[in-house]
């Protein structure tokens, strides 16, 4: 059984060759919700849908989010009327949020709902809600608080930030199956998200971060960073401005209390003593996972790591 720790884009591809090189009824995936929000009247769960859109095989190959094939009158009439345009939602791609708020509505959790999603996608595996409570991600720029999304969307994370809080992390109980995965995993991935606003929000949530110091000898991690940059997103960016070394470096002294190796890609491989020193052995592979064999190949040699 593997258990994965996952944000958006970076874990959705790695676990699109973890699908290829085990049954992917083994695979539970607990997912980041501190990107989610609530715009256009409707919640909106951008990490669990591009998960399920990409193992789908329906994901927006332009844009790493959303649907393929989208048309956009929906925002085109939003638009019109002088409503908020900059978060923008595909026509396709508001069926998935105009069901999940209305179960909501009815009192079905958040895990609830998007296990019907999965499976009205066909995906044969667990996708679990770090929590059904409310946790949202917020960064301080400028001395203003804000939400990820406008962080991310609105301001296209190009702005400094000085500070991360997990809002309702103090209160926020982990989702119906989450520290089982982690108990019960042979082998728990972090995924490469961004260590800063991806997986961190996942550890801020009850017992999620001791639940993985105490399964750290089974847990490998996979570096989001690969020469000193992000593959996509602001994540190099961010580990400079919270005082983190923005290399695998930065990343291993992060996760070495919660993990036990580090997978690098080979571009880095100069830097894998250091990696070790800091705590955890070292695995160099190619990361970057340009094409479905390439990614299959790095989901054997994560998997592998641990066996």
């Known amino acids: 059984m593997i258990t994965v720790i996952a944000g958006g884009v970076g874990a959705a591809r790695l676990l699109s060759g973890l699908v290829q090189v085990c049954p992917p009824a083994d695979i539970t995936v607990v997912a980041n919700v501190g ?18 859109y990409t193992l789908a095989g329906e994901i927006n190959p332009d844009t790493g989010w959303g649907l393929t094939g989208e048309t956009w009158q929906a925002m085109d009439g939003l638009a019109r009327y002088g409503g908020i345009t900059w978060f923008r939602l595909g026509d396709r791609d508001l069926g998935t949020h105009l069901y999940r708020t209305h179960r909501l509505s009815q009192g079905v959790t958040l895990g609830a709902v998007t296990a019907e999603i999965t499976a009205a996608w066909g995906l044969d595996l667990i996708v679990l809600p770090v929590t059904d409570d409310r946790l949202r991600t917020m960064l301080t720029v400028s001395g203003d608080e804000i939400t990820f999304q406008e962080y991310f969307v609105e301001r296209r994370h190009a702005v400094p930030v000085s500070a991360v ?19 019960d995993a042979e082998v728990i991935v972090i995924a490469p998200s961004n260590p800063i606003v991806s997986i961190d929000p996942v550890l801020a949530v009850r017992g999620v971060r001791e639940a993985l110091v105490a399964a750290r000898d089974r847990t490998v991690a996979v570096s989001p960073i690969v020469a000193g940059a992000a593959i996509k997103g602001p994540a190099d960016r961010l580990l400079r401005e919270l005082g ?35 705590g ?19 989901a054997k040699r994560v998997l592998e790591a641990i066996a």
């Not at 290399?247 to 990696?275: F, H, M, N, R, W």
């Open 35 to 52: 990107d989610d929000t609530n715009i256009h009247g409707l919640h909106v769960s951008p990490d669990l849908d591009t998960i399920t």
């Open 165 to 183: 809080r997990f809002d309702g992390a103090e209160s926020a109980a982990p989702g119906p199956g989450v520290l089982e995965a982690l108990a």
């Open 244 to 278: 983190h070394s923005s290399t695998v470096v930065g990343v291993a002294q992060l996760y070495a209390p919660i993990a036990s190796v580090l997978v690098i890609d080979e571009a880095d491989a100069a830097l894998a003593d250091t990696v070790e020193a800091a």
């Open 280 to 298: 955890l052995r070292c695995v160099v592979a190619p990361t970057v996972m340009s094409s479905p064999l390439v990614t299959a190949t790095l």
